[in-house]
């Protein structure tokens, strides 16, 4: 398969589209970031990287954070974590209070904010320096120094994280939250504010299409079994309210970011990640969405 | 009508049922108020005191100076305030979430504890010291000095406060809270922690039996309008989701707290107030409740 | 007071104001009516009428009608009738299924659409010929026998009335109906088409304002108690989700009915209905609820 | 890999544990079969059966007859299905009206009743006898005369099928059903009463297997594309509000049904099928769930 071809037509196909869609302005800092960047990158089992436009440039990954924090949160605690965070898809908009609040604070899956929230709290409960440790954790899995928090980002959204302190809040009252409230949203900030490029992005999520061992220097990070759930969460609840179109259209687990990024990965064969800053109804990203659509049917690798 | 009579007769039968209920426990301060307290009070706009029980001791207010604080919102920026909370029932237990998110962060009523955050915040930016001032208006509505903030129970519910903080940020992120957090929460905490006996309840209430006007000044406080809108607010909203039983049974304006008060006035009459600590499953005195129903049913002065 | 010219002044100015608002669309029959009809009347206690403009044609009454309902139900059965329906407002919608589902099909209140199908559930189980003991009992109310049952506004409702279908069905499945449920809907259809004048509303309340006694002949159809009752109900939930302004600008009990008439009584003194038929957003008559505002305001006779 | 080895293994180990769990007892005539029936069949696409147990005895099948209605109707009509039913994941019990009321009677995907009963309606009105046909297309692609509608089952479901009429009503308002609701409910109720073994399951599904090619002619069912997308909507919606649990345990698309049956496939290799009628407080099979999450992680071929 002549993956660089493909991935440099469906580049050139959607370069102009990169107009469709949103940009998050919910985080004043992310709406500095010009709309028309646009990367692909696709990095297999055997080492080897393909890439087109922006794939080499920085981008805020956000949300997609969220997938290392559950890994090295299951690293420290096993099983016993789906005992605060359940695995089930939201059926809600990433926000909702509702069901925080039905569910007696035990948020749906570890990919809704609550859900990180709690990931952050079991985080700050088990390393001795939470932030210098996640993130030697994602250099680790990276094999880069060059990965690190904006602080800019950071102090972006707390400004304006009133939702995200309601619901830590909510869940503090339900019991679910151990540590300081504060405590625990610095984390979160901090973990959702990493840069990193888009091959970068494959290059750390090959652990999951590897069964959990890191490809680079075979070192076993999480058991098979471990990296198979962390799979399926992804598949079930990656996308937000959009995770049965991507499974239906794209048919790959992957995790999407609000800075625009989108992760994919082939359990066996490769990672795959997008950017494009402009964004759907459903907080994803536009462009990224289709070309990932396109790349897993001419390929014909949807897992279903 | 001989009251004192009807008073100490409802004393008497009530007094062996004071067990029934249970004491609100999320204020850990509250709970160590005997169970067995137990106060009536009736004040007519003749300026007739009628009490039994302990009447005279002081109790922790808690949600029933919400409506001193709706009063002195309302003194301040006139009916401006409705844009920011609603006027409805609101239909559901007193701390939920979900219609405050469903309804973009414009609490129902002001009553609920949303409601009351944001009454909070439009005294913040009315008044230049806030909580000095608002002692002062419920002082000159009593005619007494004798009354304080308990920053013991202030401490209390702000060690255990979740849930409001959950509220107050999620109408943050709405836009419907203009002040820091903190502040808001520091004064909705200290209007709630102020203690006053029954008898000075029912005597500062008077003003909604007498169209708006300080019965002992002549002060008219509010205008007639404004003091008969209170009172429908009271009569639909005052009791959590209990107003309609409340409505039905009792048939006056009334407003409760979890500290076991309730106050009740009859438009032209009276104005009456029970204290027993133990709480029904709605939130509500459960002796209190008892005491209104059967006051009403006695003296034939429901409104309906 | 001269009530005449309260009304007539009140007609005047309001007369050109009926094209505000919107035809109720759902029930096809009731587009028919046109839309600038309008009528006020006032029936005092002391057996006077005051009218202005179509007050003596007949309109579709609708959910007025459920209190007619309500009232020969707990004639029937009494005091039971509670455990089957509660006196909370809704806080919803009036056509809501979430509460329902929520509180396992025991509808909030008598005036919502489910509360209704409740009550002719157990008009079903307690009448012999449910519908013709209905109609003379209003028949009664009214003293006269020139009321009937539309059957083209039943066969309307009927055929679009899936929402209705679908309510009952749910508390079916909850076994809060007893009856078939074609039956039940059958009797609900037909009260809802049931026609009367405004002057004919307004003496037909008139034992709320009378504690239970039919004026005319002195006869007492329900006790006291329930006569306040009702109208507590009425105060907390008679307007849908406009209960609350309604409490609040009129300070009234009433009802209204998406026909565009409203009846709102004052214990003691009198029944006032008007009639206009085009709708505010929450469902209620614009221009009625405007005039009953102005009415209480210059007779100065809200209960509050 | 001794399939019929493994098979019997977890037959003997699990077959004592039959009685966990609870029988659906909505369905009265459902509660007749013996709690004790427990069969296992594997078909692989190399036509091999592998089996246990109860799996060549009938069993009710319930909601998995969904998956075949759903193929029919994208069969007929394609794509534009899909603008009528979602494809994200319900987040709420199966039975729930709260989310379709919000959704304005668009079902959130084929599986949940509201969805299926939309494939009804479509079915409805896209062949000439929906009932025979729909029969006949299900023998086609388990190639077997032997299959039937059990009409006892269709009039105990139609006895007590109260939430299915209030969705099916709900969903009639919002203009989402097109056809008469009895005629709706009729071929609904009969997709779900039909019985097969659970070799035959295997069997039929194999086409989910096989990227939409019956195995045993080679005739060409759906598209590739259909036939992944089936899948993708199955791991992501098949076991109700347990989906995620599904996946994460098991890794395989599947569909359950109350009457104890599970069918779960495997891209490109095989089709297993487990019966037994007790139920976990999902409303899925107890010990069906089990086998199935041993199944894959004995023979490691979860799809992710």
Chains 1, 2, 3, 4 share one sequence.
């Not at 088990?126 to 932030?131: M, Q, Y």
């Not at 996308?239 to 970011?257: C, I, N, R």
């Amino acid at each position: 398969m002549d993956y660089q071809k493909i991935i440099d037509d469906l580049h050139l196909k959607y370069k102009n589209a990169v107009n469709k869609g949103k940009i998050a302005t919910y985080i004043p800092e992310l709406k500095k970031v010009p709309a028309d960047k646009f990367g692909i990158n696709l990095f297999t089992l055997q080492n080897q990287s393909f890439g087109a436009g922006d794939y080499q440039e920085k981008l805020s990954i956000q949300s997609i954070s969220k997938v290392y924090a559950l890994t090295l949160a299951l690293k420290e605690i096993g099983e016993k974590l789906w005992k605060r965070v359940g695995v089930e898809p939201s059926g809600d908009p990433f926000n909702s209070l509702v069901q925080l609040e039905f569910e007696k604070g035990i948020p749906r899956n570890p990919f809704i904010n609550a859900g990180a929230l709690v990931v952050c709290d079991i985080l700050i409960s088990n390393l001795k320096s939470p932030k210098v440790e996640f993130l030697n954790f994602v250099r680790k899995l990276t094999n880069s120094k060059d990965i690190y928090f904006n602080e800019k980002v950071v102090a972006s959204e707390k400004k304006y994280g009133f939702v995200n302190a309601a619901h830590v809040n909510l869940m503090k009252a339900f019991k679910n939250i151990k540590n300081d409230i504060d405590v625990v949203l610095d984390l979160y900030y901090h973990i959702c504010s990493i840069e990193m490029t888009c091959e970068e992005l494959s290059r750390s999520f090959l652990i999951f299409t590897n069964d959990g061992i890191l490809p680079y220097n075979k070192e076993r990070i999480i058991s098979l079994s471990v990296s198979k759930r962390i799979n399926a969460s992804m598949q079930l609840c990656g996308l937000y309210d959009e995770a049965g179109q991507f499974a239906f259209k794209v048919g790959l687990p992957g995790k999407s970011g609000v800075g625009g990024g989108i992760v994919a990965i082939h359990p066996d064969l490769y990672c795959i990640t997008t950017w494009s800053p402009k964004l759907n109804k459903k907080g994803n990203s536009y462009i990224g969405f289709k070309v990932l659509e396109e790349f897993t049917t001419i390929t014909q690798s949807s897992i279903f």
